[in-house]
T-cell receptor, first 113, second 116 residues
Framework: DAKTTQPPSMDCAEGRAANLPCNHSTISGNEYVYWYRQIHSQGPQYIIHGLKNNETNEMASLIITEDRKSSTLILPHATLRDTAVYYC??????????????FGKGTHLIIQP | DAGITQSPRHKVTETGTPVTLRCHQTENHRYMYWYRQDPGHGLRLIHYSYGVKDTDKGEVSDGYSVSRSKTEDFLLTLESATSSQTSVYFC???????????????FGPGTRLLVL
């Protein structure tokens, strides 16, 4: 799986949009971008994933650049409950459980009141 | 939230005793996984299962065994617990290996294990 680079920490004001960047410059054509987050002491929570196109769900939006070398996770109206470590993961499709998810160090997002 | 429960949620045990952790799912997903999470190491895959009675090793399988006799249950056993197995254990499930949404893994709440 391609390696990802994320800033170690970010702050965002409550109610504002939080934009979390991820660099995956070595991504290959059959690799998906997944985002998870982990709130302290809880299990990782799936947020969103994408291959080429931008995606949106009830939690967030995922913007993938045209060359697929980077992406941005957008939390449109951040709340204090969004304070967590956010992980960007790139994973080859179709290998099932052969390799576990590789969580790097992620970005610690702190939402300020 | 995916229907995944783990039991027990917390356990303290002594070195040398056997310990079994249980993961139960109500989603009828084919794949189930056991991870451990330790400071400085992130999440590491211990074992996974791709169907009833079908399991395989992950990155850190030494000292652990697993069993899956029913689709909904995946058991992780520490045959003789050691202090190095003190960790937080997470179970995860995924629908299949079809890529994209089908491979999305959903995690349980975790089990905190302390081996004294």
């Amino acid at each position: 799986d391609a390696k990802t680079t994320q800033p170690p920490s970010m702050d965002c004001a409550e109610g504002r949009a939080a934009n979390l960047p991820c660099n995956h410059s070595t991504i290959s054509g059959n690799e998906y971008v997944y985002w998870y987050r982990q709130i302290h002491s809880q299990g990782p929570q799936y947020i969103i994933h994408g291959l080429k196109n931008n995606e949106t769900n009830e939690m967030a939006s995922l913007i993938i650049t045209e060359d697929r070398k980077s992406s941005t996770l957008i939390l449109p109206h951040a709340t204090l409950r969004d304070t967590a470590v956010y992980y960007c993961i790139v994973r080859v499709a179709g290998i099932g459980g052969a390799d576990g998810l590789t969580f790097g160090k992620g970005t610690h997002l702190i939402i300020q009141p | 939230d995916a229907g995944i429960t783990q039991s027990p949620r917390h356990k303290v045990t002594e070195t040398g005793t056997p310990v079994t952790l249980r993961c139960h799912q109500t989603e009828n997903h084919r794949y189930m996984y056991w991870y451990r999470q330790d400071p400085g190491h992130g999440l590491r895959l211990i074992h996974y299962s791709y169907g009833v009675k079908d399991t395989d090793k992950g990155e850190v399988s030494d000292g652990y065994s697993v069993s899956r006799s029913k689709t909904e249950d995946f058991l992780l056993t520490l045959e003789s617990a050691t202090s190095s197995q003190t960790s937080v254990y997470f179970c995860a499930i995924s629908e299949s290996a079809g890529g994209g949404a089908k491979e999305t893994q959903y995690f349980g709440p975790g089990t905190r294990l302390l081996v004294l």
